[in-house]
Each structure stands twice: as structure tokens, then as C-alpha cells.
């Protein structure tokens, strides 16, 4: 509010500065709400380039800094195209690419698959479960579908965290 005219800023370097906001979530607001070129990578996007450029079934189990350069020379140099770019890669992976059962059938990259040119072979790895009940993440989720109803500013303080050991999907809701 006060370094930003009550304003979300617009640019990595100055989102990258709020408290709580990471290189990911940086990238991803400057490129998708701002139509910044910028190199997004998230689960999905490593996930398609291991298989299609890299011929693995998964990428490493934590982001490197390999992947990161295969990601920046795969980004189109025109602004516009990399947002493109950035939000098709991203699709590809939640939609065709998925972590269990690819649909490489469908997929309109399949002739140029490294991963399936190589025979499809197994994991390196076996890749652990992501913790959700009781997480930031988990909250953050719910948060935002207080936000999408609501119609005047929601006081964050008033929100409530969800219980850790709840199995149900939480609920942040205003405390009126
Ligand atoms: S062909 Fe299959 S493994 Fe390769 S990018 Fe497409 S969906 Fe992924």
C-alpha cells in the first residue's frame, strides 16, 4: 500500500520484493496479469519439458538450475508469444502431459517427443505425495474462493486458518 499506491505492481523485481511472494508466483503474476515476458516454471511446465526436450518421464524432484536454462532458451523471444507460450506449456502439462497417464495420443507435440522416441522409459525416481491437508497452499485456495464472491474487501484478519487434521476441504471464511 504504501511503496505501491495501493497497487499491485507490475513488474518481477517489484513483486518479487512483497513479503510472501517467490520467483514462481513472481514470474507468473508479471507474465499472465501483466503480459510481461518472463520465465514461468512451474510443475506442469518441468514436467512437459523433461518428457518432450529431456526424454524423462519426470523432472528432478526439485527445481535445478539446468532446467531453469532449457526454460529461459525455449521462451520465445517475442513478448506476446511467450505469454503464449508460458500459459500453453502449462495447459499441456495439466491437461495431455499429466504426471500419471500422459495422452500422448492426443497430444500435438507427439512427433517431436523425446521421451516417447525413447521408448517411454520408467522413472528414475518415485516421486513423494505433496502434503495439502493443513497447508499454506491448502488455505491459500481457500482464501481465494472467499475472494471470488465476495463483493467489497475482505479484512484478512478475518479470516480463519483450517485445521491441520481435518480431512474435508477447508473453508476460509469472514468473520462477520
Ligand atoms: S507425447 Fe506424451 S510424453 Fe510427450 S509431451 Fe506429449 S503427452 Fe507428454
Same mark, same amino acid.
Given at each position: 500500500?504504501?511503496?505501491?499506491?495501493?497497487?499491485?505492481?507490475?513488474?518481477?523485481?517489484?513483486?518479487?520484493?512483497?513479503?510472501?511472494?517467490?520467483?514462481?508466483?513472481? #514470474?507468473?503474476?508479471?507474465?499472465?496479469?501483466?503480459?510481461?515476458?518472463?520465465?514461468?516454471?512451474?510443475?506442469?511446465?518441468?514436467?512437459?519439458?523433461?518428457?518432450?526436450?529431456?526424454?524423462?518421464?519426470?523432472?528432478?524432484?526439485?527445481?535445478? #538450475?539446468?532446467?531453469?536454462?532449457?526454460?529461459?532458451?525455449?521462451?520465445?523471444?517475442?513478448?506476446?508469444?511467450?505469454?503464449?507460450?508460458?500459459? *500453453?506449456?502449462?495447459?499441456?502439462?495439466?491437461?495431455?502431459?499429466?504426471?500419471?497417464?500422459?495422452?500422448? *495420443?492426443?497430444?500435438?507435440?507427439?512427433? *517431436?517427443?523425446?521421451?516417447?522416441?525413447?521408448?517411454?522409459?520408467?522413472?528414475?525416481?518415485?516421486?513423494?505425495?505433496?502434503?495439502?491437508?493443513?497447508?499454506?497452499?491448502?488455505?491459500?485456495?481457500?482464501?481465494?474462493?472467499?475472494?471470488?464472491?465476495?463483493?467489497?474487501?475482505? #479484512?484478512?484478519?478475518?479470516?480463519?486458518?483450517?485445521?491441520?487434521? *481435518?480431512?474435508?476441504?477447508?473453508?476460509?471464511?469472514?468473520?462477520?
Amino acid at each position: 500500500m504504501e511503496q505501491h499506491g495501493g497497487k499491485v505492481p507490475d513488474t518481477h523485481a517489484s513483486l518479487l520484493s512483497l513479503p510472501g511472494v517467490g520467483d514462481y508466483t513472481a #514470474a507468473a503474476v508479471a507474465a499472465f496479469a501483466f503480459g510481461r515476458r518472463e520465465t514461468v516454471v512451474d510443475t506442469n511446465i518441468r514436467r512437459v519439458h523433461a518428457r518432450l526436450v529431456s526424454g524423462l518421464a519426470l523432472p528432478a524432484p526439485s527445481l535445478t #538450475a539446468s532446467e531453469m536454462r532449457l526454460a529461459e532458451s525455449l521462451m520465445p523471444d517475442d513478448v506476446t508469444l511467450s505469454v503464449r507460450w508460458n500459459a *500453453s506449456v502449462m495447459e499441456l502439462g495439466a491437461l495431455v502431459c499429466t504426471a500419471r497417464s500422459p495422452k500422448c *495420443s492426443d497430444c500435438p507435440v507427439r512427433d *517431436s517427443c523425446a521421451w516417447l522416441a525413447a521408448g517411454e522409459p520408467p522413472p528414475t525416481y518415485t516421486p513423494k505425495g505433496q502434503a495439502w491437508h493443513g497447508t499454506d497452499r491448502q488455505l491459500r485456495g481457500a482464501v481465494m474462493a472467499v475472494l471470488r464472491v465476495a463483493d467489497s474487501p475482505v #479484512a484478512p484478519e478475518l479470516f480463519e486458518r483450517p485445521q491441520p487434521t *481435518s480431512a474435508s476441504t477447508p473453508r476460509a471464511r469472514p468473520c462477520r
